[in-house]
């Protein structure tokens, strides 16, 4: 079977329910955009904090590598990649989140929402 390239989602499959299991996180090597509220969850931030300048704690997220960069129009934060693509909360060897209970709305909508909504970029582990 062909596999499905995370870049082009028209070689993606349609998602049916347990095709995670077995799958190596192809979602989780593309990019993540994140709100405060999912920052907040994550605990990476609080409510003192998230009253303040957005623009400041942006700057220490950005800092301590957490994100790479806010846009203040969308209020998206987005998370910082590995050097291999990987999510920052990603497990190199099981390739499974570290953070699953608390993780962003972005991921746990998906693949509802993304580049091609109802489609995963599914990928057995090798
Ligand atoms: S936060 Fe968790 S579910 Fe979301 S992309 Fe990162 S590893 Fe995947």
Do not use: H
Request: aromatic residues 8%; contains cysteine.
């Amino acid at each position: 079977m062909k596999r499905p390239d995370k870049d082009r989602p028209s070689t993606w499959k349609p998602y049916k329910q347990g095709m995670c299991e077995g799958c190596a996180g192809s979602c989780c090597t593309m990019p993540v955009e994140v709100k405060l509220s999912d920052l907040i969850r994550l605990g990476l931030t609080d409510e003192d904090e998230a009253q303040g300048s957005i623009k400041k704690l942006a700057k220490r997220l950005m800092k301590e590598g957490i994100i790479t960069s806010y846009r203040s129009g969308t209020e998206f934060f987005m998370l910082t990649q590995k050097s291999n693509n990987d999510c920052l909360f990603l497990d190199l060897k099981t390739r499974l989140c570290t953070v699953y209970e608390k993780r962003p709305d972005t991921c746990r909508q998906f693949p509802s929402i993304g580049p091609r909504p109802g489609f995963c970029p599914v990928t057995p582990k090798s």
